[in-house]
């Protein structure tokens, strides 16, 4: 699947150990050798990666591990749904990869799980985008390298939307009206995401509100996003949204198979759904909720960590600084070769031309405009307490400010655990 944010992991817990333990066995099977055999000198790492959607990323991959020649770096490319599953599994055990793509969450940085990379990123900190940097920081240290930005947004064909005489929605309510006047029998108005929980931080923020305070209390419990989450309902119950698509948000084909007129998906769609449907095609951000909200755009993206209670952590930093901070022939490969990702470094990204003009220049234009961040403190427990609000409040008919309640009462036990 495409490169996605933490929120999008939301079905599943991290620590689940027993389920995790138990496909720990199967790790050996998954992915496979980089094709360099013995030959090289050197230390042997493993890194772990989930099975990007986009032609040609997993070949990239090997490619780039394969021209490092200080170490043997074998890669595991891990297919299926379960990618989360599998990583926590096998860090719990003695096969556990030296290097791994998460996203920033703190328990890792309290578990003692991942490594301090500060040394490495520092002289060239500046050339990152700051909120990278802030995202992956914990009492001054940063733990990872950020590889590519993946803003998230609507996209929606102009013709239909002319055809239809509707204008870009710019609020939810206006969202709604635009999916029942698209809706036909063949077309629904709009895709969420077959389960909505995709969408469900930029309903939060598009309400003026946030999953944390800066002080880590929790955010999101207020009149305005329940507000929100009852629009949502309506939506879902309205028959114009497309629900149980044969693939899900990140993937464009609902989109381009003519299945919806309206998806929500990422930037890195982007290219596929040029070949497909011309310059047919517009984005805008999630729209205002409320008359206190805001528009928003979801920043995924996918970071490089180094497991700390791995048998060759400074093998596995230096190879992480080789290709993640020196290489930038293939960062930007990485970046712009396999769908459209926003480079996290500034040099790159100005040089970027393919981000200069039309449909990926506005994508950039929006994420810089109202682009929001990983929160490091915002856990895989907390994620899942929002999927149950957005479960029992839109795809049920839960009250969500009770629901909303309970999701801030887990919240509040995760962060005494964190902080105290």
Known sequence: ??????????????????????????????????????????????????????????????????????????????????????????????????????????????????????DIIEPVKSDFNQADIDSHTVDGKIYGVRMIDDPQFFFYRPSLLEKAKIEVPQTLEELIEAADKLTTSKVKG????????????????????????????????????????????SLFTSGNLLLDAPTDWWDPSAFTQGLTAIQWCGMWAMPAMIEALGDDIGIFPFPKVGSAGRQSVANGGWSMFVNAKGKNVEAAKEYVKWLWIDQKKYQEDWALSYGFHIPPRASIGEAATKLKTGLPADGVKLFNEFGHFDNIGWTQAMIAAVNDVVANSVRKDGDPKAQLAAAEKKVDTELTKLFG
């Open 1 to 118: 699947m495409s490169a996605m944010s933490n929120s999008n992991w939301s079905r599943r817990s991290v620590f689940r150990a027993a389920a995790g333990m138990a496909a720990a066995g199967t790790l050996a099977a998954c992915g496979g050798n980089n094709g360099r055999g013995g030959g090289s000198s050197g230390d042997t790492l493993v890194q772990y990666f989930h099975a990007y959607g986009e032609a040609g990323t997993e070949q990239a991959i090997k490619r780039y591990a394969k021209a490092y020649k200080e170490a043997n770096i074998t890669t595991q490319w891990i297919t299926g749904n379960n990618f989360e599953q599998k990583l926590f599994a096998a860090l719990l055990t003695k096969n556990a990869p030296d290097v791994f793509e998460f996203h920033p969450q703190i328990q890792l940085v309290k578990s003692g799980q991942v490594a301090d990379l500060t």
């Open 190 to 233: 709009a895709f969420l995401g077959n389960d909505l929980t995709t969408v469900q931080n930029p309903l939060i923020w598009s309400a003026g509100a946030d999953t944390l305070t800066a002080d880590n209390k929790p955010a999101f419990n207020t009149d305005a996003v329940a507000a929100g989450l009852t629009q949502l309902r």
